[in-house]
């Protein structure tokens, strides 16, 4: 099974709190997990990747947890801010012999920060 | 990471006529793909456009309806042939790294807004 769910659909912070968005998959190929962010009128853009070989990463003010065992990862956007309001979309891939990496994403988690 | 040129940005077309998207990379790169956002919805692959080859399409995609070229290493079009209402998306086209590799770092172009009347 191929499908990634993300939840929540939409998510409303104030500015400086923690906005949390976590996504489940089924396929245990998966190898590669990255999140996204898109503004309105463009495409998506790389926001942080993970492997399953560590547990968490961090960049800046995001940071990726991820749960092998639960198949589970989610993305952590502390001291959110405004200029964050967006959609995020998580995504896996796994290698396909002989093939691209395909991404497959999650339904999105239209994000809104509260000024 | 890669610069990817997508043209053109919106278009509104009639139905039953065909809108030819472009995607430019600024360097060769081995994978492109064609993604479809309707509004307010995910992501999905249309096809891979394999350079010297046919493109691979996902389920539920024909090439009859969604022809793809790939002349070269940074270059790709796609075409939405016969258009409908139910056409009217967001394309996307997106690129990696080579196959079997971690692709850390797909780069999307801003996108097609297709609004079909």
């Known amino acids: 099974q191929q499908q990634v769910k993300q939840s929540p659909q939409s998510l409303i912070v104030q500015k400086g709190g923690i906005s949390i968005i976590n996504c489940a998959y089924e396929?245990?190929?998966?190898?590669?997990f990255p999140w996204y962010q898109q503004f309105p009128g463009k495409g998506p853009a790389l926001l942080i990747a993970i492997r399953p070989d560590v547990s968490e990463k961090k960049e800046g003010r995001f940071t990726i947890s991820f749960n092998k065992s639960a198949k589970q990862f989610s993305l952590h956007i502390m001291d959110s801010q405004p200029g964050d309001s967006a959609t995020y979309f998580c995504?896996?891939?796994?290698?396909?012999?002989?093939?691209?990496?395909?991404?497959?994403f999650g339904s999105g988690t239209q994000l809104t920060v509260l000024p | 990471s890669a610069v990817i040129s997508q043209k053109p940005s919106r278009d509104i077309c009639q139905r039953g006529t065909s809108l030819t998207i472009q995607c430019q990379v600024d360097?060769?790169?081995?994978?492109m793909f064609w993604y479809r956002q309707q509004p307010g919805q995910s992501l999905t692959l249309i096809a891979t456009?394999?350079?010297?080859?046919?493109?691979?399409?996902e389920s539920g995609f024909v090439i009859d309806k969604f022809p793809i070229s790939r002349p070269n290493l940074t270059f790709s079009t796609l075409t939405v042939s016969n258009m409908s209402p139910e056409d009217s998306s967001i394309y996307l086209c997106?690129?990696?790294?080579?196959?079997?590799?971690?692709?850390?770092?797909?780069?999307f172009g801003s996108g097609t807004r297709l609004t079909v009347v």
């Open positions: 396929n245990t190929a998966f190898d590669y």
């Open positions: 360097s060769q790169v081995t994978m």
């Open positions: 995504a896996a891939s796994s290698p396909n012999s002989g093939s691209a990496r395909q991404l497959t």
């Open positions: 456009a394999n350079q010297g080859s046919e493109a691979t399409y």
């Open positions: 997106s690129v990696g790294k080579g196959p079997l590799q971690p692709t850390y770092g797909y780069t």
